[in-house]
């Protein structure tokens, strides 16, 4: 950080966001492969918390892909690239007082710590949402995997690119085996035993 930055006190705060919202902020984030359901899954949580009257924020990888991130490509630095770029947005909207929830394959354990990092402990909840390969490539909703079987998408995760699993996500979902409104349920199930409203 160049030395002619520094921090710039607000009168306006997190807090006094979250006062005025009447919850809580925090963060989200949505990791597994491409097709497991993360977008499908945070989409059912945010239209549930809205139902609530809770004030929300999607980050969604395809959608930060053609505006944040329209620079990146899909090698591991321009991924470790796009996972840094999300995690400030998402640390500004928190402290917005929103509830943010990002979606991202975000395949390394370590941009996923560093992100972490970013936040306080209660503040960032790590969702794995897991699904075998095999079943990922018979949804293949876009025929993304078959591509990539062809060698016609190159850095493709699971088929020539890495997937880490989280070593200690917060929850962990089996779309495989529940659908996404059972999905839903437990992620909000979690979030009201451990993130009570403000």
């Given at each position: 950080m160049p030395s002619s930055l520094g921090p710039h006190s607000f009168e306006i705060e997190r807090q006094n966001h979250s006062d005025l919202k009447g919850h809580r902020s925090l963060l989200l984030w949505f990791t597994g492969m491409s097709g497991a359901g993360k977008s499908?899954?945070?989409?059912?949580v945010q239209a549930n918390l809205h139902d609530?009257?809770?004030?929300?924020c999607m980050l969604d990888g395809d959608q930060l892909r053609r505006g944040l991130s329209a620079d990146l490509g899909f090698t591991d630095a321009d991924r470790k690239e796009n996972i840094r770029r999300t995690a400030e947005v998402g640390k500004l909207m928190v402290d917005a007082g929103v509830i943010?929830?990002?979606?991202l394959i975000s395949p390394f354990e370590q941009e996923r710590r560093i992100a972490r990092a970013l936040?306080?402990?209660?503040?960032?909840?790590e969702i794995f949402i897991d699904a075998p390969l095999h079943v990922l490539?018979?949804?293949?909703?876009?025929?993304?995997?078959?591509?990539?079987r062809q060698g016609l998408i190159k850095n493709f995760t699971g088929i020539d690119s890495p997937y880490e699993r989280p070593v200690s996500p917060d929850i962990v979902i089996d779309s495989a085996a529940?659908?996404?409104?059972q999905a839903a349920q437990t992620i909000e199930a979690?979030?009201?035993?451990?993130?009570?409203a403000s």
């Open positions: 499908s899954i945070a989409n059912r609530n009257r809770l004030h929300t943010t929830l990002v979606c936040f306080a402990p209660d503040d960032f909840i490539e018979q949804r293949d909703p876009r025929g993304l995997y078959a591509k990539a529940c659908s996404i409104e979690f979030l009201q035993n451990c993130c009570p």
